[in-house]
């Protein structure tokens, strides 16, 4: 069975441009969550949906926004980027919206420039 | 952002040597996980502690939930170099719905020199 998958696996943008990065979860999976993982940290959480509901959103500007579709794919969006927006973005997806049965993607890897 | 006490922030050991990392936190936890992230790639999970008290295994890995709920540790014994990563400890939090978002410790990494 494939993993989280996540893309692109890396991109380079300019200051003030904008992003799209997608996940597709487990087949099965209904939850998906993102975190952005600064070099040197851990992750820091950003949004979770679950039944394609924003069920959580963490301490983040309005610049950052996600969806998740019908099949349970999401999308995150970073509007006007600065140069600390660059970090490997998470996505984890897991059967439920609570409970520890989590699984990573390998990561988008954002440079801004 | 809130994160979790863990150290060491990292460690250099030689094959076979036993390794002990401890992650402590302010606030009360109802579960700890423990996770290693090899270079690009995601976390992936290692031990999930529910209990007070408990020590899991699994294989050469061993973490316990401290008494206090405020605290864990993860040992790793006999070391092989495929142990190379960073590990992670992290907790849930929960939201007015019962969805969580996961807060982390900022990592301790480990190098095995063969």
């Known amino acids: 069975d494939a993993g989280v998958t996540q893309s692109p696996t890396h991109l380079i943008k300019t200051r003030g441009q904008h992003v799209t990065l997608r996940c597709s979860p487990i087949?099965?999976?209904?939850?998906v969550s993102w975190y952005q993982q600064v070099l040197g940290q851990g992750p820091q959480f950003i949004f979770q949906?679950?039944?394609?509901?924003?069920?959580g959103r963490g301490n983040f500007p309005d610049r950052f926004s996600a969806r998740q579709f019908p099949n349970y794919s999401s999308e995150l969006n970073v509007n006007a980027l600065l140069l600390g927006d660059s970090a490997l973005y998470l996505c984890?997806?897991?059967?439920?919206?609570?409970?520890?049965?989590?699984?990573f993607g390998s990561g988008t890897r954002l440079t801004v420039v | 952002g809130q994160q979790l006490n863990q150290s060491p922030q990292s460690m250099f050991i030689q094959e076979g040597e036993d390794v002990s990392m401890n992650c402590t936190s302010s606030?009360?936890?109802?579960?700890w996980l423990w996770y290693k992230q090899d270079p690009g790639e995601g976390p992936v999970l290692l031990i999930a502690?529910?209990?007070a008290g408990e020590l899991t295994s699994n294989g050469r890995l061993t973490a316990q939930f401290g008494i206090t709920r405020k605290d864990s540790f993860l040992n790793i014994s006999a070391s092989i170099p495929s142990d190379v990563g960073i590990y992670f400890c992290?907790?849930?939090?929960?939201?007015?719905?019962?969805?969580?978002?996961?807060?982390w410790g900022l990592g301790t990494s480990l190098a095995v020199n063969p």
């Open positions: 984890a997806s897991s059967p439920i919206g609570t409970g520890v049965g989590y699984t």
């Open positions: 087949s099965g999976h209904k939850s």
């Open positions: 949906y679950y039944e394609k509901e924003e069920r």
């Open positions: 606030s009360i936890f109802n579960t």
């Open positions: 502690l529910y209990k």
């Open positions: 992290a907790g849930p939090l929960y939201n007015a719905g019962n969805n969580r978002k996961l807060i």
